[in-house]
């Protein structure tokens, strides 16, 4: 009996994030701009995931989208999308920058003061240059991904 609950609460939990792609993916698609500017506007707020800027990220991915000259509007409905996956992509750039240097000493910078951000801070500066140049290739990684797998299903839609 409490396994039939548990499938249950899973079938319904999946359910639950299915609607909501579906309701995502539907906003996208009836933004009054052209596909590529689109496009380019959700790689954008994907990428903005990836990068350590927690509480600015959505207004940069405002301001980066403008210059950019992609839909801001995609942009930051991307970073919003993706808010709760953010320890997971925090955790991979950890990962993928202590693949590729090693474990290099953190940065010297001394953190004072008992601010909201400055839990966060000092993770950063604990884990340092593989943290930061993991966040950096994840982002640049991410941009591509996205933007080249949306493009193609668009062509394929076509």
Same mark, same amino acid.
Request: aromatic share 14%; glycine share 6%.
């Given at each position: 009996m409490f396994f039939e609950g548990v499938v249950?609460?899973?079938k319904k939990i999946a359910c639950r994030l299915a609607d909501c792609v579906k309701t995502y993916c539907g906003k996208l698609k009836e933004l009054p701009d052209s596909p590529q500017k689109i496009i380019k506007g959700v790689a954008l707020g994907f990428a $903005?995931? $990836?990068l350590p800027i927690p509480v600015i990220s959505i207004p940069l991915s405002y301001l980066a989208a403008r210059l950019a000259r992609c839909n801001p509007v995609a942009a930051v409905a991307t970073v919003v999308f993706f808010k709760l996956a953010v320890p997971f992509f925090y955790t991979l750039n950890i990962f993928t %920058?202590?693949?590729l240097l090693g474990d290099m000493p953190g940065l010297e910078v001394a953190v004072s003061g008992d601010s909201l951000l400055s839990v966060f801070l000092k993770k950063l500066v604990e884990h340092g240059y593989p943290f930061?140049? %993991?966040s950096l290739l994840n982002a640049a990684l991410a941009w591509v991904t996205v933007y080249l797998s949306l493009w193609y299903l668009l062509e394929r839609r076509r």
């Amino acid at each position: 009996m409490f396994f039939e609950g548990v499938v249950y609460c899973k079938k319904k939990i999946a359910c639950r994030l299915a609607d909501c792609v579906k309701t995502y993916c539907g906003k996208l698609k009836e933004l009054p701009d052209s596909p590529q500017k689109i496009i380019k506007g959700v790689a954008l707020g994907f990428a $903005f995931d $990836f990068l350590p800027i927690p509480v600015i990220s959505i207004p940069l991915s405002y301001l980066a989208a403008r210059l950019a000259r992609c839909n801001p509007v995609a942009a930051v409905a991307t970073v919003v999308f993706f808010k709760l996956a953010v320890p997971f992509f925090y955790t991979l750039n950890i990962f993928t %920058g202590n693949v590729l240097l090693g474990d290099m000493p953190g940065l010297e910078v001394a953190v004072s003061g008992d601010s909201l951000l400055s839990v966060f801070l000092k993770k950063l500066v604990e884990h340092g240059y593989p943290f930061l140049i %993991g966040s950096l290739l994840n982002a640049a990684l991410a941009w591509v991904t996205v933007y080249l797998s949306l493009w193609y299903l668009l062509e394929r839609r076509r």
